[in-house]
């Protein structure tokens, strides 16, 4: 299987099996003649079926561990030449499948694997999350099939699910039970699992190659598992959904409770307390809500506020840090508003979990200041007790101007700017142009971490363009910057790797094309799908492309393009 795409640990592929090929995800046939499992509705012929599944041993979701342990030692010597799919039965006792599937998978060439017992194991939600995710690490080009209800298609494959056996559903039919987009609680009349399910996989292959796999997923919480499954893989195993994650281009949309713990938000979170340095120059922060409207600076509301700054400050307004307060993630930095791609259902009403989540990033986003910053915070609402919890976690003191009616009413604009006015900054040309040059260093601090910026535009760099913004360092293009959307060169990306140490993957053969998994000695792990990386040999930046498997994933794969080489040295 050759990875094409990602969205999560869901993935599109193609499959090739001798002279046939095939998209993922997708239905598959299982030719069960010659195991233990045959199906009491299976076909007469078997001849057109792309998968054989190897004998093995029925081993149940319950099974103790002592049967486990018989069963698998019987395994080990079978057999397998001959077959291309490995039954593994998802099992409660979950680390006795580890070992078994490494040894087996490592000394036999397999193209799938076969999850038995998964309409079990979905009612033990962490299980299930366990399970998937043990196998799906252990080779990125095995195709996972399992036997699950089209209604579970959408989150089966945004984990990891690639294809799904249907003989089961034929007793749907046989019951005269039809799929409704509202299965399993409304039921047509009629016989229509193969081809609902059919519909149903051209939905995800459509969503995942859009980008809206996770929007799809949580339109469709069919059954408690569903909820709880998500759930668990939120907020237990977001390591896994967040690698596999794509970067963030598009804007995001948050419908529902179960937006706020997206990957994409943890590693917003992770970022901001990783990667997000104050400017130098800082010396007062500034906290402020979020707008509607994105980027922040062209709404009405900021510009409002900028204008009150300009009143109060004047040219000290270059000594100004600004925060923005937000949901569900957290902090914003103003030179990051430009990567704040999100829109989210306003009530006026938060969550604790959204309030104390924003509220501990803020303070240990305010460690990062001088202790004797001046902090005002110019908020209503919920903002304020973000604020004011984040003041008391961080120890830090916070001055909040008199709002009424809202944040950009006339008596709260000249609370602000009265506030403002009592701090004597004053800014000059150089602030200005160090602000400037910030505004774009930091962007490249969030794509590949801090210190990146500087090496990209140091203090002697140039900036030549008006709105698509080129970078230079002693005559040589670094990079370009507009509204937040970067590019590198490789003489840029010799300075990041040699800043930071990030986002490169060695090979040791000359670059001609792209980069295939087959030729990763070493990769990244930081990296992740959608990311600008360095192809580096002999210590050199020979080349820079664009990722489209995760660091790790490109070590372990062995098919398919790992880097889409864009630029060559």
Known sequence: MEILRHEGPGRLGLVRLEEKSFRTPALAGLDFTLSPFNSHFHPKDFSGYDFNLAPSIPISFYTPPEVIEKAFGRLYGADYSGFNTLYVPMLRHVEYLKEFVENVLETNKFDAV????????????????????????????????????????????????????TRSLKLYDFHKKGFTPYSPLLWEEKANSIEYAQKTIALVRKALERGKLRYLVENFFHTQSHAGILRIADREHWDYLE???????????????????RPEVRRWHSRVGERFLPPGNTELLLLLPCSAKKPYSFSRSHILYRKAAKEALGSGIYRVHELILTSPFGVVPREW?????????????????????????????LEKYPPDTPIIAHLDEAYVEIAERAAEM??????????????????SLKSLTEMLGEFELEGTKEDRTYRFMENIRKVFDFYFGAGAGEAVLPGDGQVRGSRMLRIFVNGRQTGTFREGVISVTPFGMQRIYEATGAYWVKVDFELRGDVFAVGVDEADERIRPGDIVGIVRDGEVVGVGRALLSGEEMVRARRGVAVKVRKRA
């Open 114 to 165: 076969y999850l038995g017992n998964s309409k079990v194991a979905v009612k033990d939600y962490r299980r299930f999350l366990q399970n998937l995710r043990l196998i799906r690490e252990v080779n990125p080009n095995i195709m996972i099939i399992t036997d699950l209800e089209p209604f579970f298609y959408p989150l089966a494959v945004y984990l990891g699910v690639d294809a799904f056996d």
């Open 243 to 261: 690698k596999y994650t794509p970067i963030q281009k598009e804007t995001v949309y948050f419908i529902s409770d179960a937006s706020i713990n």
């Open 337 to 365: 508003e430009w990567l704040a791609k999100y829109d989210i259902v306003v009530t006026g009403h938060w969550s604790e979990e959204e309030i104390n989540s924003a509220a501990e990033l803020l303070a240990k986003s």
């Open 394 to 411: 961080s120890g830090r003191e916070i001055v909040f101007t008199r709002v009424e009616n809202g944040t950009t009413s006339r008596e």
